[in-house]
């Protein structure tokens, strides 16, 4: 199994087992801020797994540091002030938030260290719906498979 995969497949299924999401997928760039509007069921939980840097530390492995973002959309609603008969829904969507963070801090895997939270950003005024990115943190082993060839 890949690093990769084995991310995706750990974290989209702590994701799954919260059951709050329509939809859950890896972030392959299927939206922008123009099209945003394409996704369809709320609420959304896309997992992109940003750049890995390695470090070679022996002859058949690398070591890195990874950011995990998970991309969060909602319905959009209107006015939630305290009166307001979609103060519940708002509720909801900042409970998920938090069981976004308290369901994937400490995931850890056989290629992935123990994830820890380094950020959070509401992204709603660039989507134009509510959205965050929360952002995650993590360490890599990874095994290369390779001919190493040792010149004397």
Do not use: C, W
């Amino acid at each position: 199994m890949s690093v990769r995969i084995e991310i995706f497949e750990s974290l989209s299924s702590k994701l799954k087992d919260m059951n709050f999401f329509e939809i859950i997928d890896i972030y392959k760039g299927q939206f922008s801020e123009e099209d945003a509007n394409s996704i369809s069921s709320y609420p959304a939980a896309y997992v992109s797994i940003s750049n890995i840097e390695y470090e070679e530390t022996t002859v058949d492995f690398v070591e890195g540091n990874a950011t995990i973002d998970i991309y969060v959309f909602f319905r959009q609603f209107e006015n939630t002030d305290i009166l307001d008969k979609n103060k519940p829904s708002t509720l909801e969507m900042l409970r998920i938030m938090d069981g976004i963070v308290d369901e994937l801090h400490g995931t850890s895997g056989k290629f992935f260290s123990e994830l820890s939270q380094v950020a959070e950003e509401d992204l709603s005024f660039r989507y134009g719906k509510p959205a965050f990115r929360m952002s995650f943190s993590t360490g890599i082993v990874k095994r290369i498979e390779a001919n190493n060839y040792i010149i004397l």
